[in-house]
């Protein structure tokens, strides 16, 4: 059976998340349903990562199984054609090899959160951005930022209902940038890892808004990491400013030669 790669956009506002769940909806489950809308016997497919509910995607990856020979293109055309309404479009698809896989394959992670600081409530990003009105200063989010990079035990950052087989992971990078915002500032945290730990990005980013808040001094991030107790994090910030925004393989199954 040819196996195909596909990247993946959408907006988690409406789903429990990624992965397939009885009784709710998941973006595993529309892109299988749009999937055996051309063949009924295709079987399911698996994705480089798994969203909570709530966090939304610019470049999920995800590979299946064909019976028939497709065109990449003329695949995700139609694969789009049939998830409307749902708010996921398949970006590209890509003929791979046959032991080529989304979630194993992969060398990388990297994740992006939106932060909004402004005293009015956002309208055109309700739903896809944390909003807070503090100030916040980014040279201490930088500096608490620092401590976190490198190869630590982040069980202060993991959820207690975290089922990889160890806290220990290796950060390779945590940038934050301010942006310009009508009457506020967008903050955009992007985080680099091979693999994470459930709720580790949302850990991270509540914790750096409270440095930037000033109710946390920046060494005070290292002190939590080192306690390796879930009690020291700071507070878990809400899922919505949270896109999975891209997944590194050896070779990039999405590029065109020119």
């Known amino acids: 059976m040819p196996r195909y790669a596909l990247l993946i956009d959408y907006d988690g506002t409406p789903f429990a998340g990624w992965q397939r769940q009885s009784g709710q909806a998941s973006v595993q489950e529309a892109i299988e349903a749009a999937l055996r809308r051309l063949e009924p016997d295709c079987p399911g497919i698996g994705g480089a990562g798994r969203t909570d509910a709530g966090v939304h995607a610019t470049g999920q990856v995800a590979h299946c199984d064909m019976a028939r020979d497709w065109d990449p293109f003329r695949l995700s055309e139609a694969l789009n054609f049939h998830l409307k309404p749902a708010p996921v479009a398949v970006l590209a698809a890509a003929r791979v090899a046959d032991d080529w896989h989304a979630r194993f394959s992969a060398l990388e992670r990297r994740y992006t959160f939106r932060l909004v600081r402004r005293r009015a409530p956002v309208t055109h990003d309700k739903g896809l951005v944390w909003q807070v009105q503090n100030p916040l200063d980014l040279a201490a989010m930088r500096a608490g930022a620092a401590h976190l990079v490198g190869h630590h035990d982040f069980t202060t950052f993991r959820s207690s209902i975290c089922q990889a087989a160890s806290p220990v992971k290796t950060l390779d990078e945590i940038t934050i940038e301010e942006l310009p915002y009508p009457q506020g500032s967008e903050f955009r945290f992007h985080l680099r890892a091979r693999s994470f730990l459930h709720n580790q990005v949302r850990s991270i980013v509540g914790t750096l808004e409270r440095v930037g808040a000033g109710a946390w001094a920046p060494e005070r ?33 999405f590029r065109s030669d020119p």
């Open 221 to 253: 991030v290292r002190a939590a990491l080192q306690a390796r107790d879930r009690g020291a994090c700071g507070p878990v910030c809400p899922p919505q400013g949270l896109y999975l925004t891209g997944v590194g393989y050896p070779e990039d199954p």
